[in-house]
């Protein structure tokens, strides 16, 4: 194994449920494309986790490993400098999370904010597969089995990170040393990208997203589609820029900022139509995708190759996660055959 | 890796929380050394499980991997016809056992009656380790891994076999055929030993326990001191058989089942006192445990020996489990790299 270098340690990754859209795009996929030259990289094609609430279509999450992958590639994260691992096939994560298991109480998993909003969200009610419930600790094998000292998040999942520090000092404790590091939660400055309706997320299951493999046309007719100031009927009309998903999308991926700022005075002002910013949205996001459409739908005739990445990728992954689990087994004193 | 042989695979194991003593020499041991000639024989060092109500005392749990070890080899288990295993070097347990908990709900293991009644005697309340929730499904993995179709458990333990068949019927449902056999329990006709103080349980943090390392002294004291009847002051007293533990062991022990039988009719009667009885039970308890003891003390001084035999089973084990893990992963339609 290659020793580590001294960039810090990242900690990334996607359940595998769906390919993944312009959400994905601006909330993560582009900053780790940038972080990747300054850090040690590690992306998660998370399957064993999205399993905890799809258990009922298995088929689903094992096609996404691949579809995920693509887009990973596509958008730029480059298997020279990022590894990029499936997480089912490093087994040192799941032996270490339920190893966490013993360090956590039931009753402190219950209480973890993320996973009452997600069981709310899911309507599981008393039904939430014990699976689930017990992911924080499977979300900290995962972080401290690379030593991640940096975990880019969603806000909503800041509470995952606590209880993950939570473990990492209990484990250090027992251990006398400080074994394991505590990670940083790098909640994205952007924020999170509306659906193209003006809901609060981008989503797939809910129709509101422009995947990565959209086309020229998809793109535009999404964009036409887009929610605005309902109150501008009229190009002269004063109109609002708070609230007006064409400018939330101008303000993620125009790089004019000067030009963006003038158009939203404009617009204040009236006099500027919604077709004109639409159109100029529009031709911004085909910018923005064209060439990671070609370059996925290029890498998807060539499965191979796909798969070689993953095999390098997790081995590489295989080798560090077993290292760790190896010194946590020995640091708690317990047998190794 | 060979054949899987057509005798019935049994699954059966301890956790590694300190050495075994009489109760399990009676209520396990030696059913174990009988069934290993007539079944595919697994035995797991159970450390990974001892773990979930254990977190704080890893070196316990470490040390006892050996100690219950010498303990089977002693007793007759044989490495020839038996297959040992180490349970924390088994990874497939705990990657089977993460894929188990998205099938069954936290509701479903909180009505287990068996966790039920064992966190009550722990005392957890709130604070029970997730750990400790979950192993159900830790056993249902450990059971299905070797594909074991008998358990062999107390009477207390059933429910954990009904919970495992609950797990093997949903993954077989989804997968479309029985690739997972339904397991039975093995509850010995022998019951339970009481304790030498005549409490239900022989434990050794109850400080009640003969264990299997015990001299002939530690024997004539611990006889000495056992529960008959406390109303049985005088020999010529007629006394008590029902829940006099030297009789309760006599039954367990004592080959010769006609003369037991005279021996509590003279009881009843009046005329036998205490001491005789108590002679003869020192002299049989002596002579079942003095091979043992000597045996376990030859075997310890051979660490390395113990080891290899360790290493043998495990890689055996791990054979299986893997290839299980294996089967459900296809089985069910997951990504295998």
Redesign the interface.
Known sequence: MSPRSSRPVILTGDR?TGPLHLGHYVGSLRNRVALQYSHEQYVLLA??QA??DN??D??K??RN?IEVALDYLAVGIAPSVSTIC?Q??L??L??L???Y???????R?ERNPTIKDEIQARGFG?????????YP??QAADITAFKASVVPVGEDQAPIIEQTNEIVRRINR?VGRTLLPEARALIPASGRLPGVDGKEKMSKSQGNAIPLSASDDDIALAVQRMYTDPDHLRAADPGRVEGNVVFTYLDAFDPDVDAVAALKAEYRRGGLGDMVLKRRLAGILQDTIAPIRERRAALAKDPDTI?DI??AG?ARGRGLTEQTKAEV?DG??????
């Open positions: 595998t399957d064993t399993l905890t258990a009922n298995p088929g999450v094992r490993v499936v089912s096939a087994p040192a799941a032996e999370t339920l190893l298991l013993n360090f956590v109480s039931v009753a998993l008393r039904d939430i597969p014990a699976g689930f419930l017990c600790a499977a027992q798969l993953l095999r997790t087994i708690l004193g317990l047998f190794r055959l």
